[in-house]
């Protein structure tokens, strides 16, 4: 079958100590929690900041809360610069959904 004796081995002695539910397959690699660079505090000041204030506010170049400003808004604060699918990341484990502009507003930059 292509399997090592040493792993035989092991496989035999778990099923001895705790039978069959140690041999079923588990997940495989680093849990979520391990790969965020951000403290729980610090995720906590970033959401507080953007549930609170406007990014202009905040003396950023943005009119909206975009991936950008957050990732800007860590960079500063923090001195993490996040990759932009990394802040799309946290957004979303936030709770914060992305949010499309009214027809009415695509209208009226038409018009301007």
Same mark, same amino acid.
């Given at each position: ?32 929690? !391990?790969?965020?660079? %951000?403290?729980?505090? =610090?995720?906590?000041? #970033?959401?507080?900041? *953007? /549930? ?15 991936? !950008?400003?957050?990732? %800007?808004?860590?960079? =500063?604060?923090?001195? #993490?610069?996040?990759? *932009? /699918? ?27």
């Amino acid at each position: 079958m292509g399997v090592a004796r040493g792993t035989v081995s092991k496989w035999v002695s778990s099923y001895k100590k705790k039978g069959e539910i140690e041999l079923r397959k588990k997940k495989r690699g680093r849990r979520s929690e !391990d790969m965020t660079l %951000l403290k729980p505090h =610090q995720c906590a000041i #970033i959401f507080n900041m *953007i /549930r609170d204030c406007c990014p202009d506010q905040l003396k950023l170049p943005f009119m909206l809360w975009t991936r !950008d400003a957050v990732g %800007l808004l860590i960079e =500063q604060r923090f001195g #993490i610069k996040l990759a *932009i /699918r990394s802040v799309g990341n946290y957004l979303k484990r936030w709770g914060f959904t992305p949010q499309k502009p009214l027809r009415k507003a695509y209208e009226r930059l038409n018009i301007l």
